[in-house]
């Protein structure tokens, strides 16, 4: 299962991903179904920023969910999308989740201060949202490696 996700992930996002995601997602999705089969879910609380900040990591988390109902006939909620996501969104950037945590909050802070400076409301649907907060992934990512090699 986790290496039929993992292999989607990485032709979608045209990537190769970084190995240690074989184990966490594994760990996680072996949890998560127990958990399920268990009747105990987890809010995710961060379900909105994932899906509007790493919309094509979340797309991928969706098709997860189908992948994991195919091998185990569970419904996953919405929360389990978006903690693949994050899996993926890590595994991709070679993040960990507290810097996954900062970026996500950076991200939100630079689009506040655009939509309040610029007095706008962005089309979070749009092609150029998209570009714009993947350039700020980036940005954001690059900026956390370069204060790291300062310590």
Excluded: C
């Excluded at 909620?77 to 960990?96: K, M, R, T």
């Excluded at 089309?123 to 980036?138: A, G, M, N, P, Q």
């Amino acid at each position: 299962m986790a290496n039929e996700i993992i292999s989607y992930a990485q032709i979608s996002l045209n990537k190769e991903l970084d190995e240690n995601i074989y184990i966490a997602l594994t760990d996680h999705l072996n949890f998560a179904v127990k958990r399920i089969r268990q009747g105990i879910t987890l809010t995710n609380s961060m379900l909105w920023e994932i899906k509007h900040y790493y919309n094509h990591e979340y797309r991928i988390g969706k098709e997860a969910i189908g992948i994991i109902k195919q091998y185990t006939g569970l419904d996953m909620p919405d929360d389990e999308v978006g903690f693949i996501a994050l899996h993926i969104l890590n595994s991709e950037l070679n993040l960990d989740m507290d810097h996954s945590r900062m970026m996500t909050k950076i991200i939100q802070d630079v689009l506040n201060i655009v939509k309040y400076h610029f007095n706008i409301v962005i089309d979070e649907e749009s092609l150029d949202y998209e570009r714009f907060v993947t350039h700020l992934k980036f940005f954001v990512q690059r900026a956390m490696k370069e204060q790291e090699s300062r310590i």
